[in-house]
């Protein structure tokens, strides 16, 4: 039998404990906890019906009980971590490969940050305000594309697709040059809603199973040249990353604050009583340099009102629906949550490992984490959704170095 040891200040003590999907050498994949630097398999460690539940590629059986089941489960777990777990249900953290968490049904992604919003209006729209009349009237959000959000520690081959500059007499194809991410977290549904029904914004915890680190890499030329005027499409459907660990939205009590004063008023459908402004903190790591720290904290819309936003029409929720906040950017330039911004669209370079850096180049490593407030005044981990950015598909050495704005070769890590 095994003892779990958590070392003092731990992301992942007893108050945290995320659900991820993990495999070993010898067996396929399966739910787990992490607690501390392990991970216990609860297909082993729980007995039935929870135990059953577990013994799933995804995370979705679980989640689609609904939220009597995740309190009582969630209680068993922390009691089982505690005690003298069997030694076949522990596992180091470096001897598991994560998989993605969920099967992800439909993705929405949102534009919540006020700082966000209102720099990307400057720069994508220098010659009109820099919010449009409706961004403080809803949570304005476009649909994603579900069968390309993957897991963090999956490579992102740099997309190819139609890009136009202002001032080129007509468009050309190929890979992206201004490649860029964007610092964000997801919301995860647990339990949907059936077409013809919505969910108020006071609902959010039965419906929302917990959330994650997310994000929505973002190719800027071919996104400035085809959103005209439905939005973003090719620009961002070729990847979305998530973190492995999906944070139980219970473990976030402690994280709840109101969101920034909405004014004007929101509609009905959009208030509630409920808080569900979240203090998280992300940090932002390119080539191993910490560049930006973004607070969610200021985030405008909460995702209560987002999932409220997106169902008030009678659309249905499902079990697996992913839900992005939006880029997370602080009013300060170190916390904002894209390189167009920070780098105020390549015109102020940024110092990355040594060298002046605007857009992503190939070879590039960029990892995004976050913490919260754990309940019991220490912290808790969302751990860590990392990926590195691979060359455009077939493309040669020749054509590459003769790519636009392509100086070097990298090699990740300086
Ligand atoms: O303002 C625009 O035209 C574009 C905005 C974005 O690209 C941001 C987006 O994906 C939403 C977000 O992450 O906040
Ligand atoms: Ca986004
Ligand atoms: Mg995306």
Request: proline share 8%.
């Given at each position: 039998m095994t003892v779990i040891s958590?070392?003092?200040?731990?992301?992942?003590?007893?108050?945290?404990?995320?659900?991820?999907?993990?495999?070993?050498?010898?067996?396929?994949?399966?739910?787990?906890?992490?607690?501390?630097?392990?991970?216990?398999?609860?297909?082993?460690?729980?007995?039935?019906p929870a135990a059953a539940l577990f013994a799933h590629p995804t995370l979705n059986a679980f989640m689609a009980?609904?939220?009597?089941?995740?309190?009582?489960?969630?209680?068993?777990?922390?009691?089982?971590?505690?005690?003298?777990?069997?030694?076949?249900?522990?596992f180091a953290i470096d001897d598991v490969t994560m998989h993605m968490p969920i099967a992800v049904a439909d993705y929405v992604d949102f534009y919540a940050s006020e700082n966000h919003a209102t720099n990307l209006g400057k720069l994508f729209r220098p010659d009109s305000a820099a919010l449009f009349p409706n961004w403080k009237h809803l949570p304005v959000g476009y649909h994603g594309r579900s069968s390309t959000v993957v897991v963090s520690g999956t490579d992102i081959v740099r997309p190819c697709g139609q890009r136009k500059a202002p001032t080129d007499g007509a468009p050309t194809f190929g890979p992206s040059v201004r490649l860029d991410i964007e610092a964000e977290i997801g919301f995860i549904v647990g339990v949907g809603s059936p077409m013809g029904s919505s969910i108020t914004p006071d609902q959010f915890a039965e419906h929302c199973f917990g959330a994650v680190v997310l994000n929505d890499w973002s190719a800027r030329d071919i996104q400035a040249w085809?959103?005209?005027?439905?939005?973003?499409?090719?620009?961002?459907?070729?990847?979305?990353?998530?973190?492995?660990?999906?944070?139980?939205?219970?473990?976030?009590?402690?994280?709840?604050?109101?969101?920034?004063?909405?004014?004007?008023?929101?509609?009905?459908?959009?208030?509630?009583?409920?808080?569900?402004?979240?203090?998280?903190?992300?940090?932002?790591?390119?080539?191993?340099?910490?560049?930006?720290?973004?607070?969610?904290r200021q985030m405008y819309w909460s995702p209560a009102q987002m999932l409220a936003h997106i169902t008030v029409n009678g659309a249905a929720a499902s079990t697996g629906d992913l839900i992005g906040s939006g880029t997370v950017s602080g009013p300060?330039?170190?916390?904002?949550?894209?390189?167009?911004?920070?780098?105020?669209?390549?015109?102020?370079?940024?110092?990355?490992?040594g060298e002046q850096r605007t857009f992503l180049e190939d070879g590039d490593e960029i990892s995004i984490s976050a913490t919260a407030p754990g309940p019991s005044g220490g912290r808790i981990g969302f751990g860590e959704v990392r990926a590195r950015v691979l060359p455009a598909a077939g493309e040669t050495r020749q054509a590459k170095s003769n790519r636009p704005g392509v100086q070097r070769r990298r090699h990740g890590r300086a």
């Open positions: 958590i070392p003092a200040g731990s992301l992942f003590g007893v108050d945290n404990l995320p659900y991820g999907v993990f495999s070993t050498a010898d067996t396929g994949r399966r739910v787990g906890v992490r607690v501390g630097g392990s991970v216990v398999d609860l297909s082993k460690a729980l007995s039935d009980q609904g939220r009597d089941r995740w309190v009582e489960v969630r209680a068993q777990v922390t009691e089982l971590v505690s005690g003298e777990i069997a030694d076949e249900a522990v085809e959103y005209v005027p439905l939005g973003p499409n090719l620009g961002k459907s070729f990847a979305t990353s998530i973190s492995p660990w999906v944070v139980p939205l219970q473990a976030l009590e402690a994280a709840r604050i109101d969101t920034p004063v909405q004014d004007p008023t929101p509609l009905p459908y959009l208030r509630g009583e409920e808080k569900w402004g979240l203090e998280i903190d992300l940090a932002v790591e390119w080539n191993g340099d910490y560049v930006s720290r973004p607070p969610y300060e330039k170190d916390q904002r949550g894209a390189f167009i911004e920070l780098t105020w669209n390549g015109t102020e370079p940024v110092t990355v490992a």
